[in-house]
């Protein structure tokens, strides 16, 4: 079964310093990856997504993601944070192959100060 | 207007009323899900249908019930609410690489 372990449930940063929320998981079979995004009283969007091809993965709002099989790891990173970009994240993994069900971690809240 | 739509989106009940959350969408997606949200829990699954006809338990089907009226519509009941069934509900569809889109949520409060 596959599972997702997202390091650090509040993360707090400097205005234009770098983000780094960290993402793990297990999964038996090659995983598709995401990561969501949560602002406040508002549903969840995607930032970005890994299916296949290319490890490093760009999205929306100057974040990306690069997926490390050999660390089993799907870090989402942004050069400089803005105050809009606090919110919650969430990372998660479904299976591929066609059989597909998200599993979710329990979330980081960013929080960016002046 | 939203491509997944949720009513209602916020409800107060009391202990023991049946309550039913609406989901449609225009997607176009065969396959729907309900989540639970919880405050340091992330998204829980509750139920996921991945075509009318097919219906599937999530990891906290307890409690709650489903319905699958047409290809655009799931809706999620509780018929005897309580008050750790307080929570925030999302419906959301899937294209076939399981990206998930989701409603707004609908903001539960059992008294």
């Known amino acids: 079964a596959q599972s997702v372990t997202q390091l650090g449930s509040h993360v707090s940063v400097s205005e234009g310093a770098l983000v780094l929320l960290r993402c793990n998981y297990s999964?038996?079979?090659?995983?598709?990856l995401f990561w969501y995004v949560q602002y406040p009283n508002q549903g969840l969007q995607l930032l970005l997504k890994?299916?296949?091809?290319?490890?490093l993965v760009k999205g929306i709002n100057g974040f990306e993601a690069e997926f490390k099989k050999s660390e089993t790891s799907f870090h989402l990173t942004k050069p400089s944070a803005h105050m809009s970009d606090a919110a919650e994240y969430f990372c998660?993994?479904?299976?591929?192959?066609?059989?597909?069900?998200?599993?979710f971690g329990a979330g980081t809240r960013l929080a960016v100060h002046p | 207007d939203a491509d997944v739509t949720q009513t209602p989106r916020n409800r107060i009940t009391k202990t023991g009323k049946r309550i039913m959350l609406e989901c449609s969408q225009t997607k176009g997606h065969d396959r729907m899900y309900w989540y639970r949200q919880d405050p340091g829990l992330g998204l829980r699954l509750i139920y996921y249908?991945?075509?009318?006809?097919?219906?599937n338990k999530g990891e906290i089907s307890d409690g709650y019930s489903v319905s699958r009226q047409a290809q655009a519509k799931f809706s999620l009941s509780l018929e005897s609410a309580i008050p750790n069934q307080t929570a925030l509900y999302f419906c959301?569809?899937?294209?076939?690489?399981?990206?998930?889109?989701f409603g707004e949520g609908s903001r539960l409060t059992v008294l």
């Open positions: 890994y299916t296949t091809g290319a490890t």
């Open positions: 999964s038996s079979v090659p995983p598709y």
């Open positions: 249908s991945f075509d009318v006809k097919d219906i």
């Open positions: 998660a993994v479904s299976l591929s192959g066609g059989y597909n069900k998200l599993i």
């Open positions: 959301a569809t899937s294209d076939l690489t399981g990206e998930l889109f």
